[in-house]
């Protein structure tokens, strides 16, 4: 099947057209990006059909994003996490947001490879994004993944992201519930991790809370809440929750999942669901559109001819960067 094959009914029957679906979003090729937008908008047209149509007791899907430092679970969590969401009759899609290889631009951290479980079963779909040097890691479509994703009855995303700089922000701004996994070490970790963070976090999971680490994963969860104690809410009137969990003994998880889905019914509620996505979509459309300026700018060849000189100053201390950024502008706009 090709791109040009492409279609809604197709991308619910079969995970390699959705796979090639996503590949068409991500590509940078303009007769690409004109067939993901038709693409996208049949899914966004049928989702409307969808919801005049449907009991008003359907449910929404749940978009959760997960991060966390290297090296504190966040694969071996998701698969566990992933595997009990299919055992309750969810079908789960996880994108997880890597590192781009600054020569391919693909992905290089192989999230299949470390979630067997969950790449083989029917009822998952795991999929890394490469970021293509965007900010924070954060792959420019994930949000295009996410709908399409939906539109192939996947009710449960998970977005993992790979945990540097900005990322997290970015990521919060995709989803309903942010989720940040830490490790049982509390302390010096606690004292290392920046508010940001911390204040984005509606749910905060102590990973590895087995063997000689419970105790300190015991600590660790009392430190936290009494870190997240006298933050304001940031979604509604939620308050934040710390949990402690095991990926490899499969402890906490129940109460993990029974904590999001009393999130998720708290947003429906207070009407905050609806707000906080109509919200995200808004602030996507500016964020593909700086992009897309940016992209376009590089590409100009007026800016091409004068950017190499420019550069060349600037590191010289001739020019000021805000005067060649200037000079550039004008260049594009033939000013």
Not at 77 to 88: A, D, Q, R, V
Not at 228 to 244: A, E
Request: hydrophobic share 40%; charged share 25%.
């Amino acid at each position: 099947m090709s791109h040009l094959d492409l279609t809604l009914n197709s991308i619910r029957s079969s995970r390699a057209a959705l796979a090639r679906a996503i590949t068409l979003v991500e590509s940078t090729r303009i007769d690409h990006r004109v067939k993901a937008q038709t693409l996208l908008s049949q899914v966004l047209a049928d989702t409307a059909k969808s919801k005049r149509f449907t009991s008003a007791n359907a449910k929404d899907s749940f978009r959760i994003g997960l991060s966390g430092a290297p090296g504190v679970g966040k694969s071996s969590f998701i698969e566990t996490f992933g595997m009990f969401l299919i055992g309750k009759g969810h079908r789960v899609a996880v994108l997880a947001v890597d590192p781009s290889s600054a020569r391919t631009g693909g992905s290089i951290l192989g999230d299949k490879t470390r979630m067997t479980l969950l790449s083989r079963d029917d009822n998952a779909y795991v999929r890394p994004s490469p970021s293509r040097g965007t900010l924070g890691g954060v792959a420019r479509n994930t949000s295009d993944a996410i709908l399409l994703c939906e539109a192939a009855g996947y009710d449960i995303i998970l977005v993992e992201t790979v945990g540097v700089g900005q990322s997290e922000t970015m990521v919060a701004d995709m989803v309903d519930m942010f989720t940040l996994l830490v490790a049982p070490g509390g302390g010096d970790e606690l004292q290392g991790m920046k508010k940001g963070i911390m204040e984005l976090s509606d749910v905060i999971l102590v990973n590895k809370s087995d063997g000689v680490l419970e105790a300190p994963a015991r600590m660790a969860q009392l430190e936290y809440t009494s870190a997240i104690k006298f933050m304001q809410p940031n979604k509604g009137t939620w308050k934040p929750q710390v949990l402690r969990v095991s990926s490899a003994e499969n402890r906490g998880i129940t109460e993990a999942w029974d904590t999001m889905q009393s999130f998720y019914k708290s947003l429906h509620e207070t009407g905050e669901f609806s707000k906080i996505r109509a919200e995200q979509q808004r602030k996507w459309m500016w964020s593909i559109l700086r992009h897309e300026l940016m992209e376009r700018v590089k590409e100009d060849r007026g800016v091409k001819h004068l950017a190499v000189d420019l550069e060349r100053d600037v590191m010289q201390g001739k020019v000021t960067s805000g005067f060649a950024a200037e000079v550039l502008l004008r260049a594009f706009l033939k000013e």
